[in-house]
């Protein structure tokens, strides 16, 4: 099945290599990411948000 923009806007928490992907994006640990999804949901801008918020707040 090929992907869709839908699929590319969530990410699959579930998935090591979709944690992996963001991590390495956003700088974060997979730790932080997993925190992320947990709080944010699973959509790719809210979790890419939430990261570029708390490495304003720790800056």
């Known amino acids: 099945m090929p992907n869709t923009?839908?699929?590319?806007?969530?990410?699959a928490g579930g998935q090591?290599?979709?944690i992996r992907y963001e991590a390495?994006?956003?700088?974060?640990?997979?730790?932080a990411v997993?925190?992320?999804?947990k709080s944010e949901g699973n959509s790719r801008r809210a979790v890419e948000q939430n990261s570029n918020r708390r490495m304003r707040l720790h800056a």
């Open 5 to 11: 923009k839908q699929d590319r806007a969530k990410v």
């Open 16 to 18: 090591d290599h979709e």
């Open 24 to 31: 390495g994006k956003t700088g974060k640990s997979k730790a």
């Open 34 to 37: 997993k925190d992320a999804i």
